[in-house]
């Protein structure tokens, strides 16, 4: 399922280092890093200690992205991944693992809370979430003190078969980027504030 989003990175070409930057979300005031590609914005915030295996996420999408998936260890395989889609006002989101690359089936352990500034609108759906438990999983972690991890997001714009449900089946990806994220930057002293 990454060999698409692999192709795109290569004819983007190595040359060009796709950081992650610093933004505040007007929604929440919660001050994220992270990097928007095709309209397609992630974003990470952490405690300012991180020893709490939590952080916080967005994922901003336009309407036309009819899932989003992110691969937080930078890969498909044995990696927490968090797929999310709009439905109906709200955004349906389902932690996933997979060990082949073929449909990722549901993980167990991630405690996952949406939180203000989540919402679907005309153009747009925008999740932001609260992910306890999630910075180590099995066979992977979140590499927390890397200035330049490699995250990818992936996407389709394909609805998923069942919207409704966090287990929903979903076609391969069919767009997607990496970029290189800060997670030191992403530490903010006012992170048990936010939520
Ligand atoms: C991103 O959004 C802008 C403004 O709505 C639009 O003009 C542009 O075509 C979009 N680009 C992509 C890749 O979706
Ligand atoms: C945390 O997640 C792991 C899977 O990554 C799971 O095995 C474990 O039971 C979870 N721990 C708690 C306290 O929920
Ligand atoms: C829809 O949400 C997006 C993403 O937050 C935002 O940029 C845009 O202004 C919103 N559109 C309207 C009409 O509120
Ligand atoms: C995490 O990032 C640090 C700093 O870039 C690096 O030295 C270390 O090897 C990385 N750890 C893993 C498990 O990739
Ligand atoms: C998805 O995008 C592909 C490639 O641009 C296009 O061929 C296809 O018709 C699109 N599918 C939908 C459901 O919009
Ligand atoms: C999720 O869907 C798969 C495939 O349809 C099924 O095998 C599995 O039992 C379902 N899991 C849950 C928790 O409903």
Not at 86 to 109: H, I, K, M, Q, W
Request: glycine share 8%.
């Amino acid at each position: 399922m990454l060999t698409a989003a692999l192709g795109l990175v290569a004819l983007c070409g190595s040359a060009l280092a796709q950081t992650s930057s610093t933004y505040t979300d007007p929604d929440n005031g919660i001050v994220f890093e992270g990097y928007t590609d095709q309209n397609v914005t992630v974003g990470f915030a952490l405690p300012p200690i991180n020893v709490d295996n939590e952080f916080l996420g967005e994922i901003i999408a336009p309407v036309t992205q009819q899932w989003v998936g992110i691969a937080l260890g930078g890969t498909m395989l044995d990696n927490l991944l968090l797929v999310a889609w709009p439905y109906g006002e709200n955004v349906v989101y389902s932690p996933r693992y997979a060990t082949s690359y073929t449909l990722p089936t549901l993980y167990d352990g991630p405690v996952i809370t949406s939180l203000v500034g989540t919402y679907v609108n005309e153009t747009y759906w925008k999740w932001v979430f609260r992910c306890q438990n999630c910075t180590t999983w099995e066979g992977g972690s979140l590499n927390t003190t890397s200035t330049s991890a490699t995250v990818y997001w992936v996407s389709s714009n394909v609805t998923v078969e069942d919207p409704a449900s966090a287990n929903s089946s979903f076609t391969k990806h069919n767009d997607g980027a990496s970029w290189d994220e800060n997670f030191v930057a992403a530490q903010q002293g006012l992170y048990w504030n936010w939520f």
